[in-house]
């Protein structure tokens, strides 16, 4: 998974690189706050919690003409997930060590919290303003992203029991494909650099978590970011 990761960057940075010699580029980096939650298409596994993580990472903007420019960047998601409700008993985490002390099937109404980490590189595309003032109003759209799982630790709930797991990296699938939105404005602290403050939607629409005995519910991620950053 590593080389996977380290091959797509490097492609990706290289065709940046190459179709930014006859057009402008911008460089910079973003710290993001995010809100996750996850939901399935199982009516007996509900959405019963958010996650509070983190976005950093680098970021390229290439403008092809004045206030158009295509983006791409690649970071890190860290705590991204949500926490599930199982109605009814649940044998889920299979591939995990389970903490001593805690029932197995799951008993109903456990809540099992999702705590992943990926690598991300996203693709998009950015229309601004003019410059009013010392500001320009953007939006991107769509905004396609990869996501590369790197760690994951979970969480059980259920009655008085309250469990981390540690390593759920078995439970998860190993890629994450999303699309997602965003805008906001621009704020030019001299010629070439702007504070950037903004809104994403982001949502997984492949399968996050893995299944057993045949069965087919499908777990997907929503995200809501706030965009914080510098570009030079």
């Known amino acids: 998974m590593k080389k ?33 939650w996850m939901t399935t298409d199982d009516d007996e596994i509900g959405n019963n919690g958010t996650n509070l993580g983190l976005k950093l990472g680098a970021r390229g903007e290439i403008f092809f003409r004045d206030n158009y420019a295509f983006t791409i960047g690649l970071g890190f998601g860290f ?10 008993f649940s044998d889920v985490w299979q591939k995990s060590k389970i903490p001593n002390g805690v029932i197995y099937p799951f008993p109903a109404n456990t809540d099992l ?37 790197s760690q994951a630790k979970g969480q059980i709930q259920y009655q008085s029991i309250n469990e981390d797991v540690k390593d759920i990296k078995k439970e998860v699938t190993p890629l994450a494909l999303s699309w997602g939105v965003g805008g906001g404005v621009e704020y030019s602290v001299n010629e070439s650099t702007s504070l950037v403050a903004g809104v994403n939607y982001q949502r997984i629409f492949t399968d996050v978590t893995k299944d057993y005995n045949n069965a087919e519910s499908k777990a997907t991620m929503n995200a809501i970011i706030l965009h914080l950053g510098v570009m030079f």
């Not at 996977?4 to 706050?33: E, H, K, Y």
């Not at 991204?80 to 009814?88: E, I, T």
């Not at 705590?115 to 939006?139: C, H, S, W």
């Open 113 to 149: 919290r999702y705590k992943i980490q990926y690598v991300e590189i996203p693709f998009g595309l950015k229309v601004r303003t003019d410059e009013i003032g010392f500001l320009r109003y953007y939006a991107e759209l769509p905004i396609i992203t990869l996501g590369f799982k």
């Open 79 to 88: 705590n991204q997930g949500g926490q599930l409700l199982h109605k009814s």
């Open 4 to 36: 996977i990761v380290a091959i797509t960057a490097f492609f990706a940075l290289a065709m940046s690189a190459a179709f930014a010699q006859d057009n402008d580029l911008r460089l910079g980096f973003q710290v993001s706050p995010t809100f996750s």
